[in-house]
């Protein structure tokens, strides 16, 4: 199955059923996909016109990074159906025995590592698309400004979303001090990314009213 | 042309395009489904379940509500497309002579309010989910309280991004009052809402870490 090969109205409809997958890692990296989608937008109404022509060969850059994270983000969503499920199963495993209890713990840590992994690269993936938009805000054509500011704010939501789901995964691991570093490591991305992205968006908000 | 019935890959993919939509307005609109889906799916992973018995008639109510939610906004991708279309032809109606200018004013001022109206509407719609997420973070399994917490992200980004998308239609607008009471509505909005899904998300990160 290839959630990201479900029309819009299907992938929602599977999103408000309570099957485990697609959930909100998933929905996460599809927004993502979505902003770095809008960043290339903003870069195909600006190339080939004469009044951008200086920027022309920075914004083609710009877009072959922007079309390649819209395509790892598209596969993360994958990537994330395909670690969610195993973890969906193991809370199910039984612990009656000493034995099957230690076993559904091994599992279980085994699963979360994995849960929490690629929300985590999905944030990785994020804080790329942050670090260009404001150029396509700055430098790409004003006609698509509101694009550009649309773009920042899926973005951090984005970034914010897939937090969360590397939080709920990481609270249950057993091994705190791997738990610890990536919630570090996932907060510091916050606390530089949101606020960046936060920007961008007051500034074309404040070009526009 | 139905967006919402392309593949999610082919959305990002004609997003990604110069073609004047979808866009930024549609995406919001999207990104609002996927907010009222992910309260939906909270909903269904706590009906039937005896641990939340007490609340689930209340529960299978907020749903009813999402599910429309749903609907409608993916409604509001395709209604956004109709609007913006005839508007992205009138900038290249032809202003020559004088009869052609006026004629070219009245023909952008009537694409122009309804390019901002639907807009305006996505971001009612959204706001009605933003009225509800927070109950489902509350009442909703502890399971899916991240789901609740991306549900509160997404919304407040399409809240933000359906807005810049009033804005860039209102300020070309020539009939100012309009303008500004649209504009005032928007803001009353954005300052209203926007903190109400921020305090959720915060609420849901809180809970995690």
Chains 1, 2 share one sequence.
Not at 116 to 133: H, N, S
Not at 148 to 153: D, E, S
């Amino acid at each position: 199955m290839q959630y990201t090969e479900l029309k819009c109205t299907e992938y929602t409809e599977q999103l408000s059923s309570k099957a485990p997958v697609p959930g909100g890692g998933g929905t996460a990296a599809l927004t993502g996909a979505l902003s770095a989608s809008l960043c290339s937008m903003v870069g195909n109404l600006t190339i080939g016109k004469k009044k951008y022509a200086d920027v022309e060969d920075e914004i083609r850059g710009l877009m072959e990074k922007t079309e390649r994270l819209r395509r790892e983000l598209l596969s993360l969503v994958e990537a994330d159906a395909e670690a969610f499920e195993p973890l969906s199963k193991a809370y199910g495993l039984p612990k009656e025995t000493e034995e099957q209890a230690e076993q559904k713990a091994r599992v279980m840590e085994e699963c979360l590592k994995n849960a929490a992994e690629v929300p985590f690269q999905i944030m990785r993936k994020i804080c790329e698309v942050i670090d260009l938009v404001d150029t396509f805000r700055k430098k790409g054509s004003v006609l698509a400004v509101s694009d550009a500011g649309v773009a920042a704010a899926l973005a951090a939501a984005a970034l914010k979303s897939a937090s969360l789901n590397v939080f709920i995964n990481t609270r249950l691991m057993t091994d705190r001090q791997k738990a610890g570093e990536m919630n570090k490591a996932c907060n510091d991305m916050l606390s530089v990314y949101i606020p960046m992205a936060e920007r961008t968006f007051e500034k074309v908000k404040n070009k526009l009213c």
